[in-house]
């Protein structure tokens, strides 16, 4: 008989579910993709409910739910913290205490309450980190590996050192609250003006802008760093632990000025900024990475927690470090947890062995729901939409490549849905990394979002190294780390385009052409790469390779389908009226091609109250 | 005691509803009083509308105090009792940065364990009584007058700060 567990995160940020069958990773979804609400923090019915319906079975069929942390440690902390600071802290009581009181004291009941009665399986709760150390250990392709989880806070843990072997795990050292390094990271998103717990990611791409000169001024007032990567804050700096914000008033004299206003305009101050935090960030993940080589003598590396997903500090510890191949979990941040949570129970509480797979056991991280042609062809009828079925696929990825050469922007949906926060080539928005105007015109005609950001390229793996400076054939499917564009692939500049390197707005600095792909060549001349393999993207693949045919380009543009503030796309629905709100040129959802002139006018929204629907983040 | 739920238009049902517990009171003052708004309930539920509204709006103000007053006094007796029983695992240590061993866990049972069944009010003073947490049992009371007063399981923080709790 399968033995069938379910995973769950929720209440925090990120809720998500994931479900094993014998083992297997079967789904994993994240409830914002369904609830349409970013970051949605609630019970993951709709996630939950997905995954049971991925395998076929229903809550009866259960034999476990695993919560991602324990409440009551967890709470524990939270009241320490209000007795350490009291009396300081009482708006930050008030606003805490309601939620506990109105069901987080009360998990148990409110998860058996959710899955219903038919749910007779056992309830546990796995502890904070060591999910996030099973996210990354157990489906990757390492026998044995160092294990390294990085965040903002667990329970008490906010980062720590462990190893795995086969089927068993054990983290052995610890970092503890408030001592983070994840909310170190959030601190300057917050000062420099955008949203935590979501800007972190803005930040890490703003800082190829800026110059690290507030480094030494970081390590010496702001933090302590011993060479082993243990980190120590000075507390008088920040307010987050007995305050409504990240920083402290003495933290704003200390960097000369308030913190910017969001959405305001980005000076070289928080470009600056942004470089030195990177560079604290890079010299800590390094320096910690090295103490688990030491403490453990393993060759690989798995990863997983918020910052695991810094891809520039894992490029870094890749290229500098002392592990031969690291591995990150795609879903590193807190919807990972529920998938580690569901595998500690499997390989731990019930003691089963682990099957490792030689390219790693996520698949891809495609385990979210796909569509079919049948009931994507009956939506479109029922929306009045124009479009093409275009059965025979050679004709559709022709279609599809010859619109991308004439520099259109194209939606692209297929296959099963990405679990974590990156698209992945299942729920993609497309083009020509050899657009010099693409970057521009995908920025602020269709993602709505700060004009500086730079988008990433997928790659043919086989042609990886000949574009980046990688390993031949390197295998990273999932976009988390970062690489050098190749000397020959790089451009001169002119005297002119150096003087608009300079230039205040940072609009017109990224769009300077410094590499053959210009679209997707970041200031420094790094990308954020993904490799594209047959054997896990299939159709996206076989649409690479015809694009290559074409053009010669092994390399597209891969941004996520969604604006600025919206979840990822999930279904055909969520991803029309995204098509239909914004100047995407043409969609194609599995063998369905549509394109936006002869879309009927009436169906095109207003475009304000399209991204009226979404908070900014 | 009627629970009205403040979002949503009411409903003819809850009109009814409405009519049906207004009496209550009522009837305390005249009993002849409290048949009308059930008789109005019965006959005419729409002109029960505005004052279901009303009371709503009521029952919200004076939710908010009573969790404010609460939470206040909460936080007087808990700083008061915490400071006396609790460890301060917060400070750091002053030989600076460290890493420290973890004490191992393997996938574990809720944190109340043999409490299986039992409210979360129960696991919460097992918890405390069975860890070096005995002053955190203090808050239950008033942990169980917020649950009454509907306290918002989905209330968020300021988004100034990260969800840290």
Known sequence: MTTHILGISAFFHDSAAALLSDGEIVAAAQEERFTRKKHDPGFPSRAIEYCLREAGIGAGDLAAAAFYEQPLVKFERLLETYL????????????????????????????????????RGELLFTDHHESHAASAFFPSPFEEAAILTLDAVGEWTTSAIGAGHGSRLALERELR??????????????????????????????????????????????????????????????????????????????????????????????????ASIQAVTEEIVL??????????????????????????????????????????????????????????????????????????????????????????????????????????????????????????????????????????????????????????????????????????????????????????????PYMLFVAPVREDRRRALTDEERRRMEDPDLTIRVSVPRSEFPAITHVDLSARIQTVDEERHGRYWRLMKRFHERTGSPVIVNTSFNIRGEPIVCTPDDAYRCFMGTDMDALVLESHLLLKERQPEALRPDREAYKAQFALD | MLRLTLERRPGRDDLVAFGLAARSPAAWVLPALGLLPAAGAALRPSALARPWRMWNRAARGYGRVARAAVLGVAFGVFTVVGRAGARFALHPSPSGPGWTPKARDAAGRDAAPGATGASWARRLLSWSRDGENGWAAFLVPFLLLLHALEADASARAAEEIYTLY
């Open chain 1, 84 to 119: 350490a600071y009291s009396p300081e802290g009482f708006a930050s009581f008030r606003d805490a205490l309601p939620g506990w009181a109105g069901g987080k004291l009360d998990l148990p009941g409110r998860i058996r309450e959710e899955l219903g009665p038919e749910f």
């Open chain 1, 177 to 274: 609250f408030p001592h983070s390094l994840g909310m170190l990271y959030s601190a300057f998103t917050w000062y420099t003006g955008f949203k935590v717990n979501s800007g972190e990611y803005k930040l890490m791409g703003l800082a190829p802008y800026g110059r690290p000169i507030y480094r030494d001024r970081i390590l010496e007032h702001v933090v302590d760093v011993a060479p082993d990567g243990s980190l120590a804050l000075r507390m008088e700096y920040f307010n987050y632990c007995q305050g409504r914000t990240m920083t402290s008033e003495r933290f704003h004299e200390l960097f000369g000025g308030p913190p910017r206003r969001p959405e305001s305009r980005i000076t070289q101050k928080e470009m600056d900024l942004a």
């Open chain 1, 287 to 476: 320096a910690a990475g090295r103490h688990a080589h030491e403490a453990t003598g393993l060759a690989d590396l798995a990863m997983a927690g918020g910052v695991a997903l810094n891809c520039v500090a894992n490029g870094r510890l890749l290229r500098d470090g002392p592990f031969e191949r690291v591995w990150v979990q795609p879903a590193a941040g807190d919807a990972g947890g529920a998938l580690g949570a569901a595998l500690l129970v499997w390989h731990h509480a019930l003691g089963r062995p682990r099957r490792v797979q030689p390219r790693d056991a996520q698949k891809g991280s495609r385990l979210g729901p796909a569509f079919d042609d049948t009931d994507i062809g009956c939506y479109l009828d029922s929306v009045g939409a124009t479009y093409e079925r275009i059965s025979g696929e050679p004709e559709l990825l022709d279609r599809v490549a010859s619109l991308m050469e004439e520099g259109k922007v194209v939606g692209w949906f297929e296959g099963r849905m990405e679990y974590g926060p990156r698209a992945l080539g299942a729920r993609s928005i497309i083009g020509d990394a050899r657009s010099p105007e693409l970057q521009r015109t995908m920025n602020l005609k269709i993602k709505f979002r700060e004009g500086f950001r730079p988008f990433a390229p997928c790659v043919l793996r086989e042609h990886v190294h000949e574009v980046f400076e990688t390993r031949p054939e390197e295998d990273w």
